[in-house]
T-cell receptor, first 113, second 114 residues
Protein backbone atom coordinates (compact mmCIF):
# COMPACT_ATOMS: atom_id res chain seq x y z
CA UNK A 1 0.00 0.00 0.00
CA UNK A 2 1.34 3.42 -1.00
CA UNK A 3 1.72 5.50 2.11
CA UNK A 4 3.63 8.00 4.19
CA UNK A 5 4.38 6.85 7.72
CA UNK A 6 5.39 8.95 10.70
CA UNK A 7 6.67 7.97 14.10
CA UNK A 8 5.88 8.54 16.83
CA UNK A 9 2.22 9.51 16.48
CA UNK A 10 2.15 11.14 19.89
CA UNK A 11 5.02 12.56 21.91
CA UNK A 12 5.21 14.48 25.17
CA UNK A 13 8.62 15.84 26.04
CA UNK A 14 10.32 18.54 28.08
CA UNK A 15 11.98 21.75 27.01
CA UNK A 16 15.48 21.24 25.66
CA UNK A 17 15.40 17.48 25.17
CA UNK A 18 16.39 16.68 21.60
CA UNK A 19 13.93 14.66 19.60
CA UNK A 20 13.48 13.25 16.12
CA UNK A 21 10.26 12.55 14.27
CA UNK A 22 10.74 10.05 11.49
CA UNK A 23 9.01 10.11 8.11
CA UNK A 24 9.15 7.45 5.44
CA UNK A 25 7.41 7.03 2.07
CA UNK A 26 7.26 3.93 -0.14
CA UNK A 27 6.27 5.63 -3.41
CA UNK A 28 9.76 6.56 -4.65
CA UNK A 29 8.79 10.22 -4.46
CA UNK A 30 11.43 12.86 -5.02
CA UNK A 31 9.78 15.67 -3.09
CA UNK A 32 9.16 15.56 0.67
CA UNK A 33 8.19 18.23 3.15
CA UNK A 34 7.24 18.92 6.75
CA UNK A 35 4.31 21.03 7.92
CA UNK A 36 3.01 22.12 11.25
CA UNK A 37 -0.67 22.66 11.88
CA UNK A 38 -1.86 25.03 14.57
CA UNK A 39 -5.44 26.08 15.36
CA UNK A 40 -6.49 29.03 13.24
CA UNK A 41 -3.23 29.06 11.30
CA UNK A 42 -3.71 26.17 8.91
CA UNK A 43 -0.73 24.31 7.47
CA UNK A 44 2.63 26.02 7.42
CA UNK A 45 5.64 24.50 5.72
CA UNK A 46 8.76 24.02 7.84
CA UNK A 47 11.28 22.46 5.41
CA UNK A 48 11.18 20.70 2.11
CA UNK A 49 13.47 18.48 0.08
CA UNK A 50 13.55 18.14 -3.68
CA UNK A 51 15.78 15.07 -3.63
CA UNK A 52 18.51 13.29 -1.68
CA UNK A 53 20.86 15.78 -0.04
CA UNK A 54 18.79 18.73 -1.30
CA UNK A 55 16.79 20.55 1.38
CA UNK A 56 15.50 24.09 1.79
CA UNK A 57 13.63 26.23 4.29
CA UNK A 58 9.91 26.70 4.20
CA UNK A 59 7.96 29.45 5.91
CA UNK A 60 8.70 28.55 9.55
CA UNK A 61 12.09 26.78 9.76
CA UNK A 62 13.38 28.30 13.03
CA UNK A 63 14.14 25.66 15.66
CA UNK A 64 14.03 22.72 13.24
CA UNK A 65 16.51 20.69 11.24
CA UNK A 66 16.04 18.08 8.56
CA UNK A 67 18.15 15.67 6.58
CA UNK A 68 17.59 13.64 3.41
CA UNK A 69 20.24 10.93 3.21
CA UNK A 70 17.94 8.42 1.55
CA UNK A 71 15.13 9.05 -0.89
CA UNK A 72 12.47 7.39 1.26
CA UNK A 73 13.28 9.04 4.61
CA UNK A 74 13.01 12.65 5.75
CA UNK A 75 13.38 13.01 9.54
CA UNK A 76 12.50 16.20 11.41
CA UNK A 77 14.88 17.09 14.23
CA UNK A 78 14.20 19.44 17.12
CA UNK A 79 17.58 20.04 18.74
CA UNK A 80 16.20 21.97 21.72
CA UNK A 81 12.41 21.88 21.74
CA UNK A 82 10.49 24.75 23.29
CA UNK A 83 6.80 25.02 24.29
CA UNK A 84 6.02 27.09 21.18
CA UNK A 85 6.82 24.01 19.11
CA UNK A 86 3.85 22.20 20.60
CA UNK A 87 1.87 21.40 17.47
CA UNK A 88 0.55 18.78 15.09
CA UNK A 89 3.19 17.85 12.52
CA UNK A 90 2.66 16.36 9.08
CA UNK A 91 5.13 14.89 6.67
CA UNK A 92 4.17 14.88 2.99
CA UNK A 93 5.61 13.59 -0.25
CA UNK A 94 4.92 14.06 -3.94
CA UNK A 95 6.24 12.57 -7.13
CA UNK A 96 8.42 15.53 -8.04
CA UNK A 97 8.51 19.29 -8.09
CA UNK A 98 5.58 20.76 -9.92
CA UNK A 99 1.84 20.39 -9.70
CA UNK A 100 1.62 16.95 -8.18
CA UNK A 101 -0.61 15.69 -5.40
CA UNK A 102 0.96 15.76 -1.98
CA UNK A 103 0.45 12.61 0.10
CA UNK A 104 0.33 13.37 3.80
CA UNK A 105 1.27 11.14 6.70
CA UNK A 106 -1.11 10.60 9.64
CA UNK A 107 0.46 13.29 11.79
CA UNK A 108 2.52 13.51 14.97
CA UNK A 109 1.09 15.38 17.93
CA UNK A 110 3.95 16.90 19.89
CA UNK A 111 3.62 18.50 23.32
CA UNK A 112 6.62 20.30 24.82
CA UNK A 113 6.29 21.18 28.51
CA UNK B 1 5.07 36.07 -0.93
CA UNK B 2 1.72 34.44 -1.55
CA UNK B 3 -1.14 35.05 0.85
CA UNK B 4 -4.24 32.85 0.80
CA UNK B 5 -7.38 33.88 2.63
CA UNK B 6 -10.09 31.26 3.24
CA UNK B 7 -13.68 31.80 4.36
CA UNK B 8 -15.63 30.85 6.32
CA UNK B 9 -13.64 29.29 9.13
CA UNK B 10 -16.67 27.22 10.15
CA UNK B 11 -19.63 26.15 8.02
CA UNK B 12 -22.64 24.28 9.33
CA UNK B 13 -25.22 22.85 6.91
CA UNK B 14 -28.06 20.36 6.90
CA UNK B 15 -27.63 17.09 5.04
CA UNK B 16 -28.61 17.55 1.41
CA UNK B 17 -27.77 21.26 1.32
CA UNK B 18 -24.93 22.74 -0.69
CA UNK B 19 -21.73 24.09 0.84
CA UNK B 20 -19.41 26.71 -0.63
CA UNK B 21 -15.93 27.58 0.61
CA UNK B 22 -14.13 30.57 -0.84
CA UNK B 23 -10.46 31.44 -1.14
CA UNK B 24 -8.59 34.45 -2.45
CA UNK B 25 -4.91 34.65 -3.27
CA UNK B 26 -2.51 37.52 -3.77
CA UNK B 27 0.22 36.32 -6.16
CA UNK B 28 -0.83 36.63 -9.79
CA UNK B 29 1.86 34.07 -10.68
CA UNK B 30 -0.05 31.31 -8.86
CA UNK B 31 -1.47 28.85 -11.35
CA UNK B 32 -2.21 25.66 -9.43
CA UNK B 33 -4.99 25.45 -6.84
CA UNK B 34 -5.55 22.19 -4.95
CA UNK B 35 -8.15 21.46 -2.30
CA UNK B 36 -7.49 19.07 0.56
CA UNK B 37 -9.89 17.35 2.96
CA UNK B 38 -8.74 16.46 6.46
CA UNK B 39 -10.82 14.02 8.43
CA UNK B 40 -10.49 13.80 12.17
CA UNK B 41 -7.21 12.18 13.22
CA UNK B 42 -5.87 11.93 9.68
CA UNK B 43 -3.62 13.84 7.35
CA UNK B 44 -5.03 16.02 4.57
CA UNK B 45 -5.98 14.29 1.33
CA UNK B 46 -6.31 15.86 -2.11
CA UNK B 47 -9.92 15.91 -3.32
CA UNK B 48 -9.76 18.12 -6.39
CA UNK B 49 -7.43 20.60 -8.04
CA UNK B 50 -7.60 23.16 -10.81
CA UNK B 51 -5.04 24.84 -13.00
CA UNK B 52 -5.19 28.39 -14.28
CA UNK B 53 -6.06 27.43 -17.83
CA UNK B 54 -9.40 26.04 -16.63
CA UNK B 55 -12.31 27.98 -15.14
CA UNK B 56 -14.24 25.11 -13.61
CA UNK B 57 -13.74 21.44 -12.79
CA UNK B 58 -16.23 18.90 -11.49
CA UNK B 59 -15.93 15.50 -9.87
CA UNK B 60 -19.28 14.01 -8.90
CA UNK B 61 -20.65 16.15 -6.04
CA UNK B 62 -17.67 18.48 -5.78
CA UNK B 63 -16.64 21.28 -8.11
CA UNK B 64 -14.06 24.03 -8.06
CA UNK B 65 -14.28 27.34 -9.86
CA UNK B 66 -11.47 29.79 -10.57
CA UNK B 67 -11.58 33.46 -11.42
CA UNK B 68 -8.02 34.51 -12.23
CA UNK B 69 -8.95 38.12 -12.80
CA UNK B 70 -10.38 38.42 -9.32
CA UNK B 71 -7.78 36.01 -7.84
CA UNK B 72 -10.59 34.00 -6.36
CA UNK B 73 -11.41 30.27 -6.30
CA UNK B 74 -14.14 28.29 -4.60
CA UNK B 75 -15.08 24.75 -3.62
CA UNK B 76 -18.68 23.70 -4.10
CA UNK B 77 -20.12 20.57 -2.51
CA UNK B 78 -23.66 19.62 -3.50
CA UNK B 79 -26.03 17.22 -1.75
CA UNK B 80 -23.86 17.20 1.35
CA UNK B 81 -23.66 14.05 3.45
CA UNK B 82 -22.49 13.52 7.05
CA UNK B 83 -19.27 11.95 5.75
CA UNK B 84 -18.42 15.29 4.13
CA UNK B 85 -17.84 16.66 7.64
CA UNK B 86 -14.14 17.53 7.81
CA UNK B 87 -11.69 20.40 7.62
CA UNK B 88 -11.08 21.65 4.09
CA UNK B 89 -7.95 23.51 3.00
CA UNK B 90 -7.39 25.45 -0.16
CA UNK B 91 -3.90 26.16 -1.45
CA UNK B 92 -2.22 28.19 -4.16
CA UNK B 93 1.08 27.56 -5.86
CA UNK B 94 3.08 29.08 -8.69
CA UNK B 95 4.75 26.59 -11.00
CA UNK B 96 8.30 27.14 -12.02
CA UNK B 97 10.44 30.13 -11.11
CA UNK B 98 11.91 28.18 -8.21
CA UNK B 99 8.67 28.18 -6.22
CA UNK B 100 7.95 24.79 -4.72
CA UNK B 101 6.07 25.92 -1.67
CA UNK B 102 2.27 25.80 -1.77
CA UNK B 103 0.57 28.33 0.48
CA UNK B 104 -2.42 26.96 2.37
CA UNK B 105 -5.48 28.75 3.64
CA UNK B 106 -6.34 28.48 7.32
CA UNK B 107 -8.98 25.84 6.79
CA UNK B 108 -12.78 25.55 6.95
CA UNK B 109 -14.44 23.20 9.38
CA UNK B 110 -17.53 21.83 7.59
CA UNK B 111 -20.20 20.25 9.75
CA UNK B 112 -23.03 18.40 8.03
CA UNK B 113 -25.98 17.72 10.31
CA UNK B 114 -28.03 14.57 9.56
Amino acid sequence: EAQVTQNPRYLITVTGKKLTVTCSQNMNHEYMSWYRQDPGLGLRQIYYSMNVEVTDKGDVPEGYKVSRKEKRNFPLILESPSPNQTSLYFCASSLARGDYEQYFGPGTRLTVT
Amino acid sequence: GENVEQHPSTLSVQEGDSAVIKCTYSDSASNYFPWYKQELGKGPQLIIDIRSNVGEKKDQRIAVTLNKTAKHFSLHITETQPEDSAVYFCAAKASGGGSYIPTFGRGTSLIVHP
